[in-house]
């Protein structure tokens, strides 16, 4: 599903490398040990959690923002 989502993007720009690892379990530690190796950017989904103060972060999404040592994108859930 991932790739067919990101097959347009990459025809219109072909000159952006991306590569695709989906990760389901292992929590924020699988996460990070990706970024370490050297990834340009960690893009992360988030379940869509609304809370009176404004929306909430899981526990994965909040520690990858706050320990990775590459830039995070955090994408909401559909």
């Known amino acids: ?21 989906v990760r ?12 370490a190796a050297g990834a340009e950017l960690v893009v992360i989904g988030r379940r ?4 009176r103060l404004g929306m909430l972060l899981g526990p994965v999404a909040h520690a990858v923002l706050h320990h990775s040592t590459a830039p995070v994108a955090v994408v909401p859930h559909p």
Do not use: N
């Not at 219109?12 to 695709?20: K, L, M, S, T, Y």
């Not at 389901?24 to 970024?35: H, Q, R, S, T």
């Open 24 to 35: 389901l379990g292992g929590g924020a530690k699988a996460v990070l040990d990706a970024a």
């Open 48 to 51: 869509e959690r609304r809370h």
């Open 1 to 21: 599903m991932l790739s067919q989502h990101l097959a347009d993007h990459r025809r219109r720009h072909p000159g952006v490398a991306v590569v695709e690892d």
